[in-house]
């Protein structure tokens, strides 16, 4: 229960990955699932995307609590400009990786805290690059680990870090979901003292 100085927090995702993460940080905090359509626009670029639906997220849940500080994140995978989704089946996860083999696919994580005191939002971008994969690696990867609610079809927590030869960002956590070096930025700025 938050203080009479520190407001409520609120994560607006239905993410355990993001829960997860969240909690790392030592902050109490709800969580609700907004409900929002979560469509691409006719040509929208995934990092645009990603920050669109973060936005969205937050504002849907902020109309609940106006007094939180409330926080939306969503993370749209590219791979040569196009969007990766969640594979949600066993086939769809080991396609998606063979396309994925041997290339550099980019991940475009929207995060969004809104509160009283206004909206701050941004993109946080981490790449990886796959090693080639053969389509026994694939096949044992994804009967492992069940990526199946992952964008891209891997758990970087997990065997996924099996996959690649390279990363490169500013914060693995935000390859997870959410990128919890700018949020601790964004709260610090809110008077939310982490640690």
Do not use: W
């Amino acid at each position: 229960m938050p203080s009479a100085t520190t407001p409520e927090i609120v994560l607006a995702s239905g993410s355990s990955y993001r829960a997860e993460l969240l909690h790392r940080l030592g902050i109490s905090f709800a969580r609700h699932s907004p409900d929002i359509d979560e469509s691409a626009k006719p040509g929208e670029k995934p990092q645009d995307l990603a920050l669109r639906l973060a936005e969205e997220k937050a504002a849907a849940i902020a109309r609940q609590h106006p007094k939180a500080l409330v926080i939306g994140s969503d993370q749209v995978a590219s791979l040569d400009g196009k969007p990766l989704g969640k594979p949600g089946t066993a086939e769809r996860a080991c396609e998606q990786l063979a396309a994925c083999s041997g290339k550099t696919v980019s991940f475009y994580t929207g995060l969004c805290l809104t509160g009283p005191d206004g909206t701050d939002s941004l993109v946080d971008l981490y790449t990886v690059t796959f090693r080639t994969l053969s389509t026994e690696q694939i096949q044992r990867y994804v009967e492992k680990e069940l990526p199946l609610d992952c964008a891209g079809s891997f758990k970087m927590e997990g065997l996924g870090i099996s996959l690649f030869e390279k990363t490169e960002g500013n914060d693995p956590n935000t390859l997870i979901g959410l990128p919890l070096i700018e949020l601790t930025t964004l709260l610090n700025k809110r008077g939310v003292t982490i640690p």
